[in-house]
């Protein structure tokens, strides 16, 4: 007759968070968080836990490797992690990922033009176009600009990502 004896329990193993990738877009939902099963020495029960945003807040508990996540707020970064835990105290953590979510694009605020002002009369041949900062609430996106101008009979377009211009003579 052969007999085992564990007397102090083992942590489960091999815990991996898949999906979202760390930094990742999400652009549409609902998001499905995916880990690796985790193994566990002792054979005991093990329960996932996903935590959402920097609270920890737990926001689902399944039996599964993975968890549909619904609902998230537009323009907003969230940090996720997911723990194994077993029935006996051990468990397991995840590395922490940061994820952003832009479901609907948003065009940036508005901006005004600050030098010239409207209706100025200008005394030299120099002139620098210099315009405000426009911001964009979108995660991860970029803004950037475009001046049309005239000079003399051309209309000239000019794509820029700086806010001042100034044409050379």
């Known amino acids: 007759q052969t007999f085992r004896v564990n007397t102090e329990n083992d942590n489960p ?68 992690m997911v723990t194994a835990n077993d029935n006996n105290g051990g468990y397991i953590e995840s590395e922490e990922h940061v994820f952003n979510v832009n479901i609907e ?23 620098t176009f210099d315009w405000e900062n426009a911001s964009d609430p979108d995660p991860l996106d970029e803004v950037s600009y475009v001046l049309y101008y005239q000079e003399y009979d051309a209309i000239l377009t000019l794509p820029l990502d700086t806010n001042a211009y100034t044409p050379e003579e």
């Open 13 to 80: 193993e091999g815990l991996v968070l898949l999906n979202p990738v760390n930094e990742a877009l999400i652009t549409e939902l609902p998001l499905v968080v995916v880990w690796t099963p985790v193994t566990d020495l002792d054979g005991d029960s093990i329960w996932y836990d996903v935590h959402l945003t920097m609270s920890r807040e737990i926001v689902g508990t399944t039996m599964n490797n993975y968890f549909v996540i619904d609902s998230l707020f537009e323009d907003q970064e969230y940090f996720i």
């Open 105 to 127: 694009n948003t065009p940036p605020g508005p901006f005004e033009l600050v030098t010239p002002e409207a209706g100025e009369v200008l005394t030299s041949t120099t002139v």
